[in-house]
C-alpha cells in the first residue's frame, strides 16, 4: 500500500517524487522507489526519513505500529497519517508526545490503479487544515471521504474489503459467460469492463451526483426481458441478502481485531 500511494501522490503532481523519504525492509520495494526518485531506506535508525517531514505516513502491519512510533519520535508540527488496519486514534495518542495530530485512513487496492476508495477520520488535535492536506493526497488516488471514527469499521467491511466481494462476482459473471460459449479471456473482460462502466455510470462524475443503482438497475430490466430473467434468479440465490450480510460481518471482525 506505501508504494501504492507514493505512486499516486507523485503522479498526481502534488509531491514531488525527490521531497519524499520512505523506509521499507524490502529490497525489491526499495529499488521501486528508488526508480521512482522517492530516496528510500531499510530503516528508519537515526529517523533520517522523518526528521524534516511536514507529513508522516505510517503504513505497516498494525502489530508494528507502536514499536515504531516510539523510534520516529513525532514532532510538534508534523502530522501522522496512519493506515495501519484497526489501530483507533486514541491508540496512536497515547503512543505519540502530547496533542500530536493524528488522522487514521483505510484506503483499499484499487488505490494502486489510481481508483482507490478511503475514508478517513481525525484524531483529537488534529486541525481542519490537516484534514485538507489529507482529502488533497487521497483524492489524487481515487476518492476521499470524511468520517466519524466510529464508522471505521463499517468502512472496512465496505470499501476496505469490497475489492474481494467485486473479484468475487466478476469471476462468477465470467464463468457464466464460459458455461454459455464464451472463450475464458473474452469473457473475463466483458465482465470486468462492464463492472467498470456500471460503477462510472453510479458515480455520473459529469454531472456530479450520485446516480441510485436501483434506478439505473431497473432502466436496463425491460419488461419479460433477458435482464430481469437474471436477476430473478439472483434474488431467488439471495444474493442480495449475502452480500449485506458479507459486509456487516467484515465489519463485526475489524472491530473485533481493534
Known amino acids: 500500500m506505501a508504494e501504492a500511494l507514493i505512486r499516486g501522490f507523485a503522479a498526481s503532481?502534488?509531491?514531488?517524487?525527490?521531497?519524499?523519504?520512505?523506509?521499507?525492509?524490502?529490497?525489491?520495494?526499495?529499488?521501486?522507489?528508488?526508480?521512482?526518485g522517492v530516496h528510500a531506506q531499510k530503516t528508519l535508525e537515526s529517523e533520517a526519513g522523518v526528521g524534516n517531514a511536514d507529513v508522516v505516513v505510517l503504513a505497516?502491519?498494525?502489530?508494528?505500529?507502536?514499536?515504531?512510533?516510539?523510534?520516529?519520535?513525532?514532532?510538534?508540527?508534523?502530522?501522522?497519517?496512519?493506515v495501519a488496519a484497526g489501530?483507533?486514534?486514541?491508540?496512536?495518542?497515547?503512543?505519540?508526545?502530547?496533542?500530536s495530530r493524528v488522522i487514521r485512513v483505510m484506503p483499499n487496492t484499487p488505490a494502486l490503479v489510481g481508483a482507490g476508495a478511503?475514508?478517513?477520520?481525525?484524531g483529537r488535535h488534529a486541525?481542519?487544515?490537516d484534514a485538507d492536506v489529507v482529502q488533497k493526497l487521497f483524492s489524487s488516488i481515487g476518492c476521499a471521504i470524511r468520517v466519524k471514527e466510529s464508522l471505521m469499521d463499517a468502512v472496512t467491511g465496505l470499501s476496505g474489503s469490497g475489492p474481494a466481494y467485486c473479484f468475487l462476482?466478476?469471476?462468477?459473471?465470467?464463468?457464466?459467460?464460459?458455461?454459455?460459449?464464451?472463450p475464458r479471456e473474452t469473457a473475463i473482460?466483458?465482465?470486468?469492463?462492464?463492472?467498470?462502466?456500471?460503477?462510472?455510470?453510479?458515480?455520473?462524475?459529469?454531472?456530479e451526483e450520485l446516480l441510485h443503482p436501483g434506478v439505473l438497475k431497473d432502466a436496463v430490466a425491460s419488461p419479460g426481458g433477458t435482464t430481469i430473467t437474471?436477476?430473478?434468479?439472483?434474488?431467488?440465490?439471495g444474493v442480495r441478502s449475502a452480500f449485506q450480510k458479507a459486509v456487516a460481518a467484515a465489519s463485526k471482525r475489524s472491530k473485533e481485531l481493534s
Not at 13 to 35: C, I, P, Q
Not at 118 to 122: D, V
Request: proline content about 3%; hydrophobic content about 45%.
Open 169 to 182: 462476482v466478476l469471476e462468477a459473471m465470467a464463468d457464466g459467460g464460459v458455461l454459455a460459449g464464451l
Open 60 to 82: 505497516v502491519k498494525p502489530q508494528d505500529v507502536h514499536a515504531i512510533l516510539e523510534r520516529i519520535e513525532l514532532q510538534k508540527d508534523q502530522l501522522l497519517v496512519s
Open 87 to 99: 489501530i483507533i486514534c486514541a491508540s496512536l495518542e497515547e503512543t505519540l508526545p502530547p496533542n
Open 230 to 237: 437474471g436477476l430473478h434468479v439472483l434474488e431467488c440465490e
Open 118 to 122: 478511503t475514508a478517513y477520520c481525525l
Open 13 to 36: 503532481g502534488l509531491v514531488d517524487a525527490s521531497s519524499m523519504s520512505a523506509a521499507d525492509l524490502s529490497a525489491k520495494r526499495r529499488k521501486a522507489m528508488d526508480e521512482m
Open 127 to 129: 486541525t481542519e487544515e
Open 189 to 207: 473482460r466483458l465482465a470486468a469492463q462492464t463492472m467498470l462502466g456500471a460503477a462510472k455510470m453510479v458515480l455520473n462524475e459529469e454531472e
